[in-house]
């Protein structure tokens, strides 16, 4: 089964799937200070995530498959709408998983839902 994004997938049948694989990025320094679509202020130490086609205040495991580092995140932004990424995640977010200095990675994002989750 191909869980990877498209364009013609609806929201619904993402959050739907356990798991879906795709290209991950990070906020580029100029985004700390500015609002997100929650009015959220952007906060490159909190550990956060763009998304277009979850919901906002879903919480995800983004799992970085060249290392398998995993980190959990809540998505609190939107993308680009023409943007082909799964997740752009807070600075934070993207040294824990160990992919700052390529800039992109492949990545596994596993939906946990709305309710507030810890790391381990």
């Known amino acids: 089964m191909d869980n990877s994004i498209n364009s013609e997938t609806s929201p619904k049948s993402i ?19 500015r609002k997100t ?28 498959l060249q290392n398998n580092k995993t980190v959990i ?8 709408p023409k943007n082909k990424r799964i997740v752009d995640l807070s600075r934070l977010a993207a040294q824990k998983l160990g992919y700052i200095g390529r800039g992109l ?3 596994k994002v596993e939906v946990l839902g709305k309710k507030k989750l810890t790391q381990k």
Not at 73 to 80: E, P, S, T
């Open 73 to 80: 995140v809540q998505v609190n932004d939107r993308l680009h």
């Open 105 to 107: 990675t492949q990545v």
């Open 15 to 33: 959050t739907e799937l356990k798991a879906y694989y795709g290209t991950a990025s990070y906020y580029a320094d100029k985004f700390t200070g």
């Open 37 to 64: 679509a929650t009015g959220d202020t952007y906060d490159h130490e909190k550990l956060t995530a763009a998304c277009n086609v979850l919901a906002l205040g879903t919480w995800i495991r983004v799992t970085n």
